[in-house]
Nanobody
Framework: QVQLVESGGGLVQAGGSLRLTCAAS????????LGWFRQAPGKEREFVAA????????DYADSVKGRFTISRDNAKNTVYLQMNSLKPEDTAVYYC???????????????????WGQGTQVSVSS
C-alpha cells in the first residue's frame, strides 16, 4: 500500500523560502513519476511541478517557474519542492502525488496520478 507523507509547510513572510518534503513507502520509488499540486481555499487543486522517474525531466506551472524547484532522491524514496521568493498567492495546501507504471516523462494532470499524500499547509503573509 502506497503511503505518502508531506512535511515542511508553515507560515512564512512574502519573499521567504520553504522546502517541502514528501516521503514515500510501499512503492518502488524509482518506477514512479512524481508531482506536487496545491489547493487554495475555494479553488480547485492545481498543478505545481512534476519530475520524471529518472529526474531527467521537470515541469512547472507558469506561476512558479523560476521560483520553485522539484527534485527527488530515489535512494531515500523522497521528493522535494524548494520554494523561493514566496508570494501570498502561493498560500495553499500542498500535496505530493505518485504515478505508477510511468514512462520516463512528467505528468501535469491530476487524473494522471493515482496516490496522494494528506497535504501540508503553506501560508505566506504579505
Amino acid at each position: 500500500q502506497v503511503q505518502l507523507v508531506e512535511s515542511g509547510g508553515g507560515l512564512v513572510q512574502a519573499g521567504g523560502s520553504l522546502r517541502l518534503t514528501c516521503a514515500a513507502s510501499g512503492v518502488r520509488f524509482s518506477f514512479y513519476a512524481l508531482g506536487w499540486f496545491r489547493q487554495a481555499p475555494g479553488k480547485e487543486r492545481e498543478f505545481v511541478a512534476a519530475i520524471s522517474r529518472s529526474a531527467s525531466s521537470t515541469d512547472y506551472a507558469d506561476s512558479v517557474k523560476g521560483r520553485f524547484t522539484i527534485s527527488r532522491d530515489n535512494a531515500k524514496n523522497t521528493v522535494y519542492l524548494q520554494m523561493n521568493s514566496l508570494k501570498p498567492e502561493d498560500t495553499a495546501v500542498y500535496y505530493c502525488a505518485v504515478r505508477a507504471f510511468a514512462a520516463d516523462r512528467t505528468y501535469a494532470k491530476r487524473d494522471e496520478y493515482g496516490d496522494w499524500g494528506q497535504g501540508t499547509q503553506v501560508s505566506v503573509s504579505s
